[in-house]
């Protein structure tokens, strides 16, 4: 096995008390040389180095930590590293690097500063498989996209297995649900002919009334159940329906057909629609368009399917009265519009399980509008948020893009 190769510092420090002051002169020179290059080396990579001495003190950083935790050379050397990042158990690392061993340790945290990111951390002692501590270099990857792409592909997946779902089941119960809607609004007609008799069954139903008033009333009665009875009945049905309906426009998107629409007449068409439900829920309306608001590309139809359906979760929300507010601007190179209410808010522990498909915070809901609301932003090339603070309310603010994300096209050369 062929010996390792020595480096330039270790022969130095084989001749170091041999060197006159030229020599030691010309060794400083190379190594700041080295030093400088290797500097230069570790501002040019993607990855955070940082390296920390046995106190867990940052006593070096590279340019990229300082947009991965926000430090600034000079200001935050000597600082212990546990400032920067909150969720580093150091003592346990101490503990490891203490120990010695053939080992890297590797960690995954999340930090909030200087904005919220997804961090892999690998973790080497700086004076290798040794016992004892001289301190640990720190490599920190932004995983951030890596694992939005994991929680998409995920998702996908989910969306694959509710359309082998869909294409199985959906038919199957579409047709009996016709079948009994037909059925029950039969029953209905036929009730409500015993409930008010023709032109030529008056005369023997009023003989027959006189001679016996109580059967009559009876009978009354119980068609009048009956009625109930059904009305019930279709109101279920309809249920069912809209959520079969919902199923399918969730697993078979048509993508959006972008045309120049004016956001603020969506929104005034959507209230338009709403107008009763609000008006017989006693719910305050409140309107801050943004005048001047440019068109943007958009699916007229969509959005107004999106703000429905947030203007319909906000009114749910709000069972004993209270302020749905709407408001329009522009910024960020797109324009953007907020459905807020005054309701109970949602719980912390519920807003990352807001948009998953089947997840429902209402009694009858299908936990699918969400998930459709999110389809259709997202293939609209724009993003929505969510703010919820129980007992004050909730706000969905969705933007979208001016301008249509066209590709970009290499230009031709040309060629005498």
Not at 119 to 136: I, K, N, Q
């Amino acid at each position: 096995m062929a010996a390792p190769k020595s480096s330039f510092l270790d022969k130095v420090l084989g001749r170091i008390g041999r060197l006159d002051a030229e020599g030691l002169q010309t060794v400083i020179q190379r190594l700041a040389r080295e030093r400088s290059f290797l500097e230069t080396l570790f501002d040019v990579i993607e990855d955070g180095v940082i390296v920390v001495d046995e106190q867990g003190r940052v006593i070096y950083f590279n340019q990229a930590v300082t947009g991965l935790l926000g430090l600034k050379h000079d200001a935050d050397e000597g600082q212990p590293i546990t400032r920067f990042m909150p969720g580093l158990d150091w003592k346990k690392l101490a503990r490891w690097d203490k120990a010695g061993g053939p080992q890297v340790v590797r960690h995954e945290l999340e930090v909030e500063w200087p904005r919220p990111r997804f961090l892999r951390l690998y973790a080497a002692p700086l004076d290798g498989e040794a016992t004892g501590s001289s301190g640990v270099a720190l490599i920190l990857h932004d995983a951030t996209e890596a694992r939005q792409k994991t929680f998409e592909a995920i998702e996908s997946e989910r969306m694959q297995a509710l359309t082998l779902l869909a294409a199985s089941v959906a038919h199957e119960i579409g047709n009996p649900l016709n079948a009994l809607s037909i059925h029950l609004q039969l029953m209905e007609r036929e009730l409500k002919k015993l409930r008010t008799p023709t032109t030529e069954e008056r005369p023997a139903r009023l003989t027959r009334y006189r001679q016996s008033r109580k059967p009559e009333a009876d009978n009354a009665a119980v068609v009048e159940k009956l009625l109930g009875y059904l009305n019930v009945a279709k109101g279920e049905i309809t249920r069912l329906d809209y959520i079969v309906s919902q199923f399918l426009q969730a697993i078979r998107p048509s993508p959006p057909k972008l045309q120049p629409a004016s956001l603020n007449e969506i929104i005034r068409e959507s209230l338009d629609l709403l107008g009763p439900e609000l008006k017989n829920r006693h719910l305050h309306v409140e309107r801050k368009l943004a005048a001047n608001l440019p068109f943007a590309p958009m699916d007229s139809v969509q959005i107004k399917q999106v703000l429905v359906n947030l203007i319909k979760n906000a009114m749910q929300a709000m069972t004993k009265g209270g302020t749905l507010a709407l408001a329009t601007g522009e910024g960020g190179g797109g324009v953007w519009f907020s459905v807020n209410d005054t309701g109970g808010g949602i719980p912390q522990e519920q807003i990352n399980r807001i948009f998953e498909p089947f997840y429902t915070t209402k009694a009858k809901g299908s936990g699918l509008g969400l998930m459709i609301v999110q389809r259709i932003v997202r293939e609209h090339g724009g993003r929505i948020e969510l703010e919820s603070r129980v007992d004050e309310g909730t706000q969905f603010r969705v933007w979208l893009p001016l301008h249509d994300r066209s590709p970009k096209l290499l230009e031709a050369k040309l060629h005498d």
